[in-house]
């Protein structure tokens, strides 16, 4: 007889993390899909299917299946969810228990599709939890104490913003505005600088290698290779991290305004407690070099970046595993406590 492998899925916008009970983070793929638009047919998912984007042929659709941290593609993602799951838990009769990770401020509607989307790829039972309870949770806070905590989880489609206590959300904000923005507006200004027009693959790697929310004292410089807007011809150009500060302003100004309106929500002993403790920072995009420094500068906290900042989530779902039974139903919600019936 075989043993129920409990999965938890950090099923972000940009990529998607799988936690297995009792072996820990097994898998981290992009959230990208291609498939063939003749046969509808899956060729290629997660890290071979991003390869595909922006090169692929007239049949051939290389997609994200979710936006700004929810299901645009309600099939597609259905498929994914199915190929990772079966990816990380193998050939099982038994069908696992899953708990997803959702943006604090989905609605009942998007919460149903992630819900049908998991159980129609095989999940037994599916439980959701909000991501910044499990970015707490993989940070290592306690929770579960009458203190405040500020966590900010800083994904590909959305930053989700919350002051914990006692094990519940007191305040929240979750804004569609994280990294993916921030690579849509490095496009939008070397399109407008230079006259050149690059890929959003080529606008992520120039975040990640030189990207800055904040001054930097020694200047960093790559090159990139577009198309020129004008001849329709490649061109090669070298950007700087002055250029990256000023492309990326708007978005990361926008985050730090996000925090200091939940600060402003907060009751004030929390807040005190906030001031004491510092903030944490979570998800791939706080990795942005100097968002730190421009939160704590915006809000005159000290900032810290979680230890491992990217797999924080999918290490919360894979703790909130190992005490399914134990968490309150504040944490969590499935479709058996939730009744979705039409009356």
């Known amino acids: 007889m075989g043993i129920r492998a409990d999965v938890g899925i950090d ?47 007239g049949n051939i659709v290389a997609i994200r299946p979710l936006r700004d941290g929810v299901i645009s593609d309600f099939d597609i993602t259905e498929k994914m969810l199915k190929y990772f799951i ?22 009942e509607v998007e919460k149903r599709a992630v819900l049908d989307a998991s159980n129609n790829a095989g999940a037994k039972r599916t439980f959701l939890i909000e991501e910044p309870v499990a970015a707490a949770i993989g940070a290592g806070l306690d929770i579960s104490k009458p203190a405040g905590h500020m966590i900010i989880d800083i994904g590909g489609g959305t930053t989700d913003i919350a002051v914990i206590s006692l094990g519940g959300i007191v305040v929240s904000k979750s804004i569609k505005i994280a990294g993916d923005k921030c690579d ?72 730090a305004d996000a925090v200091h309106s939940v600060f402003e929500k907060t ?4 807040a005190s407690d906030i001031s004491e403790r510092g903030i944490v920072m979570t ?19 000290i900032t810290h970046i979680a230890d491992d900042a990217v797999s924080c989530v999918a290490k919360g779902t894979g703790k909130s595993l190992e005490n399914l039974d134990s968490l309150s139903d504040s944490l ?7 009744d979705y019936r039409r009356v």
């Open 86 to 107: 079966k990816k990380a838990i193998g050939s099982s009769f038994i069908r696992p228990r899953v708990i997803i990770c959702v943006p604090s401020g989905v609605t």
């Open 184 to 255: 849509e507006a490095i496009v939008r200004y070397i399109r407008k600088k230079y006259n050149v027009m690059v890929g959003t693959r080529s606008a992520e790697d120039l975040k990640i290698s030189i990207g800055t929310a904040f001054p930097v004292e020694e200047e960093k410089t790559m090159e990139v290779r577009g198309r020129n807007l004008v001849t329709g011809l490649p061109k090669n150009i070298t950007i700087s991290s002055s250029d990256m500060l000023e492309a990326m302003e708007e978005t990361v100004t926008s985050i």
């Open 11 to 57: 099923l972000g916008t940009a990529s998607v993390l799988v936690y297995i009970r009792g072996k820990g983070i097994v898998m981290q793929e992009p959230s990208v899909v291609a498939i063939d638009k003749n046969t509808n047919r899956i060729l290629e998912v997660g890290e071979e299917a991003r390869k595909m984007l922006g090169r692929t042929p």
């Open 267 to 270: 009751p004030p002993e929390l």
């Open 332 to 338: 969590l919600t499935d479709d058996i406590r939730k």
């Open 283 to 301: 998800g791939g995009g706080c990795l942005i070099d100097g968002l730190d420094k421009l939160i704590a500068k915006r809000t005159g906290v």
